[in-house]
């Protein structure tokens, strides 16, 4: 199976939804109003992971903060389809947002609950480390969450 990333689209929306009813059951999952709301943001950058039928199998999301003199970017979800998993499609469609993050210039944010061992490993191997933890960041479920944060990449490439 090869896996296509584009941009995520309004048809998306309650794809997007059922995979979040699966992905974070105890944690109130995004709705597809929310997803709609994301989308209609011109701070946001969405984009969709799909297979070769063009069946949505994965979304992401990151949102430009901060001004233009001191940007930055936040994470605002990834989420893979369960039985696809370990493919690297989750990898994908974070390199497509720091690639943009990247453009816009700044430090990259997001959390993550602190039991998501997968997670925290791939953030890690991006460049984030956790800076903060959060104390039942994640509702209803109480679930707490590292802040992580990867540092603007403008600042490795100076001479």
Known sequence: ?????????????ERCAELEQVLFPGDDPWSADAFRSELASPHNHY???RDDDGRLIGYAGLARLGTGV????????IGVDPDLRQRGIGGALLDELLRVADAWGGPVFLEVRTDNDAAIALYRR??????GTRKRYYQPSGADAYTMCRPDRREERKP
């Open 47 to 49: 984009v969709a992971a």
């Open 126 to 131: 991006e460049g984030f480390e956790i800076v």
């Open 1 to 13: 199976m090869s896996v296509s990333i584009d941009a995520l689209r309004p048809d998306d929306v």
């Open 70 to 77: 001191h940007p930055e970017s936040e994470v605002h979800t």
